[in-house]
């Protein structure tokens, strides 16, 4: 249970169309049990005194907009009507699906419902957001983008919503992750992005990484350290996330808010909550809607989030600050980390491939709102050829997890004889991952 003895979240009404895109993000901020930690600049700059004090720095680079969504204290904040154009146009709400073959193929008396977010046009819930920045960088009259991706699938997102509002993209992906998927590459650039394997020789910090021979796998963490370099070197350029901060689980928040409504229309209500968590934006966007049920139901409704084995943050990290990149241009941000200096393995999972996340995710598994479990790569790809041989859909490694985390409360479920409700959140499809599957046959 949360430790925290006084705890009223604002509830979210679940709306009485799920057939229409939320009015509002929901601002889970100040629904949280606990204050999440503000950023701090590190005591000992180092040898990166080069860039200065560091939040000045993020404040520089980043959008008006976005700045202004991480200081609201408002509970919801109104989506702009060209945003939620968008989002309609982008195929939201999208499909709430019960997953009724998986069930029998179970035998489990689990009801699994599962939100399609694979179903968007770049393949993953990543456009929610990307939409959302690349609308504020167009109002802001900036020229280009610049951002990091994991997966890929973020990058494909800004490359996407830069193009739909006249707006360039440069993407640094980490180097493993772009080595292994040359077709969303290729569909990123197609759009127009310019794309850059991370370590690069394109910037100081990629240069100090290559010459040190440090984390030459690239990571997260590595592009992170590059877009902001790149952005600081480019006036006319605004450096975006696509997960971790406030605005990102904020602008995610229509997953939840449909998902809400959509349980509701068909008289359901859920009893575990699983998503996958990298940064935490997929799971703090699907969940954050139902912290006024956490706080009411207590364990009756479970919240799960399911990482990978390859990067344990939540599972075997420490709550404390640290920079989100290596090199330490970052500021410090308190939330579940491995260390900056941990050389994460290659992996098929990009996008959970990170050695710290968002301190919001922090604050709810420190306040114990959130449990989470790890997954090994193999496993998870296993869940993913269970999803694809019952439901017919091939779904993003990432999404294994959740999946895999789902269909083990749906097998104790089965064993325990209990109808629980488990709705997992599919944040993103596979198919430019097939290599990750053939690689686990
Ligand atoms: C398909 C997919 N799911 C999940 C994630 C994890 O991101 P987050 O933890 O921000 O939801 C990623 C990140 O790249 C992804 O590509």
């Known amino acids: 249970m949360t430790r925290s003895a006084q705890w009223t979240p604002v509830p979210v009404p679940a709306g009485t169309d799920p057939h229409t895109v939320p009015s509002h993000w929901f601002n889970l901020v100040p629904s949280l049990p606990a204050p999440v930690p503000a950023p701090v600049e590190p005591e000992d700059t ?107 699938q973020w990058g494909h997102a800004v490359a996407w919503a830069a193009r739909r509002f006249g707006l360039k993209a440069v993407i640094y992906w980490a180097g493993v992750s772009a080595r292994q998927k040359p077709g969303r590459k290729a ?29 030459l796998l690239g990571s997260l963490g590595t592009a992170i350290g590059e877009a902001i370099c790149h952005a600081a070197q480019h006036p006319d350029t605004r450096y975006i996330s696509g997960s971790n901060l406030p605005h990102v689980l904020i602008q995610q928040t229509v997953i939840g808010q449909e998902t809400k409504a959509q349980l509701a229309a068909l008289g359901e209500r859920p009893d575990t909550l699983v998503a996958c968590v990298g940064g935490g934006s997929n799971l703090g966007g699907f969940m954050g809607p139902y912290l006024a049920e956490k706080a009411e139901r207590g364990e009756e409704l479970l919240l799960l989030g ?72 193999a496993d998870a790809f296993e869940t993913g050829r269970l999803v694809l041989s019952t439901e017919g859909m091939l779904i993003a490694p990432e999404s294994c997890h959740a999946l895999r985390a789902a269909v083990q409360r749906a097998v104790q479920a089965r064993e325990s004889g209990r109808e629980e409700v488990i709705v997992a959140c599919v944040s993103g499809n596979g198919v430019l991952d097939l290599d990750g599957y053939l690689a686990h046959r």
């Open 306 to 377: 399911a990482e990978s084995a390859s990067a344990p943050r939540l599972t075997e990290g420490t709550l404390r600050y640290d920079h989100a990149d290596p090199e330490g241009i970052t500021p410090l941000t308190k939330s579940y980390t491995l260390g900056r200096d941990y050389e994460l393995p290659e992996t098929h999972v990009g996008g959970l491939r990170q050695h710290s996340g968002s301190p919001i995710i922090g604050v709810l598994r420190g306040e114990g709102l959130l449990d989470a479990v790890a997954y090994q790569e």
């Open 46 to 152: 180092g040898d990166q005194d080069a860039w200065g004090p560091r939040i000045a720095l993020q404040q520089r680079i980043r959008l008006d907009a976005v700045r202004a969504q991480d200081s609201a204290s408002e509970p919801f904040l109104a989506i702009p009507e060209r945003v939620r154009e968008e989002l309609a146009a982008i195929g939201r709400p999208t499909p709430l699906l019960r997953a009724r073959a998986l069930e029998r193929y179970l035998e489990t008396p689990a009801r699994i419902y599962l939100k399609r977010e694979d179903v968007l046009p770049t393949g993953s819930f990543k456009l929610n957001s990307a939409v959302a920045q690349a609308y504020f960088a167009a109002e802001q009259g900036v020229d280009t983008l610049v951002t990091e991706t994991g997966a890929g």
């Open 187 to 215: 569909l990123i650039e197609m759009l127009g992005g310019e794309v850059y394997s991370s370590p690069s020789d394109r910037t100081p910090v990629g240069k100090a990484l290559l010459r040190d021979g440090r984390h």
